[in-house]
C-alpha cells in the first residue's frame, strides 16, 4: 500500500532527481469555447423569441435558457484559472525512477510561491488530497476511450501555510503495465498523480518505466 509520510517545510528543489511540471488544465480554451457558446446560443435565443412571438411552447423556452449553459462554463473556468494563479507553480520530484512493483519511492511537492501566500484569509494549515491513477487510453479514428484500470488514494494530510514542499513516497503494483503504447499504437498507458489543495486540482503525468534487467 501506498505510503504518504508527508513533512511541509520550507525548502528549495534539489538538483538531484527528476523534476516534472504540473499538465496544463486547458482552463483557456474551456473560456474559449464557453465565450462562443454564449454568443451563439445569445442569438438563436434571440431568433427563437422573435419567431414565437412572445407565445412559445414550453420547449422553445428550455432552448432560450442555453446562453445560461455558457454562462455557467465561462464561470467556472474562469474561477478555475483563479484557483491555479492562487495556488501558483507546483512542481513534482522524483527521486528515483518509478516502475510497476516498486515500493517506497521517495518524492517531494514544491509549492513555488509557498502554500497558501496568496489567500485573502489564510489558515494555519491546508489539506491535500493525493491520488495515482492508471488510465487505458484507446483511439479510434475520431473517437477516444479512457478507462481507469487502477487507482489509489494516499493518506491526506494538512499542510502549514506558507510551506515550500512536501515529501511523500510512492509505490506502484505489480501487475499493471509501464507507461506508453500497449502493443498496438492506438492503445495507451497513462499514470498520473492527481492532487487537490486549495480547491484547485493538478496532475502530474508519471514516467512509469519498465524495471531494467540485470
Not at 407565445?55 to 484559472?81: D, F, H, N, T, W
Not at 518524492?107 to 510561491?113: E, G, I, S, W
Request: hydrophobic share 45%; proline share 5%; with cysteine.
Amino acid at each position: 500500500m501506498s505510503v504518504l509520510s508527508a513533512s511541509a517545510r520550507n525548502a528549495k528543489p534539489l538538483q538531484a532527481g527528476k523534476y516534472i511540471h504540473a499538465e496544463d488544465a486547458k482552463h483557456t480554451i474551456a473560456i474559449v469555447v464557453s465565450v462562443i457558446w454564449l454568443i451563439v446560443s445569445a442569438a438563436f435565443s434571440w431568433q427563437i423569441w422573435k419567431d414565437c412571438a412572445g407565445a412559445c411552447a414550453m420547449g422553445e423556452y428550455l432552448l432560450m435558457l442555453s446562453p445560461l449553459v455558457g454562462a455557467m462554463m465561462l464561470a467556472y473556468g474562469c474561477r478555475q484559472i483563479y484557483l491555479c494563479k492562487r495556488l501558483g507553480e507546483v512542481v513534482l520530484q522524483l527521486q528515483q525512477p518509478l516502475h510497476p512493483a516498486c515500493r517506497d519511492v521517495p518524492a517531494t511537492l514544491y509549492f513555488m510561491t509557498g502554500l497558501g501566500q496568496a489567500m485573502r484569509h489564510p489558515a494555519a494549515a491546508y489539506p491535500l488530497a493525493l491520488e495515482i491513477v492508471c488510465t487505458h487510453v484507446e483511439n479510434s479514428g475520431e473517437d477516444a476511450s479512457t478507462k481507469t484500470l487502477w487507482s489509489q488514494k494516499l493518506k491526506g494530510r494538512h499542510i502549514a501555510h506558507g510551506a515550500g514542499s512536501t515529501d511523500f513516497t510512492l509505490s506502484l503494483p505489480a501487475d499493471l503495465p509501464a507507461s506508453g503504447n500497449l502493443g498496438r499504437t492506438e492503445i495507451k498507458i497513462i499514470w498520473k498523480l492527481q492532487l487537490r489543495v486549495l480547491s484547485a486540482k493538478v496532475s502530474f503525468v508519471l514516467p512509469v518505466k519498465v524495471l531494467a534487467g540485470p
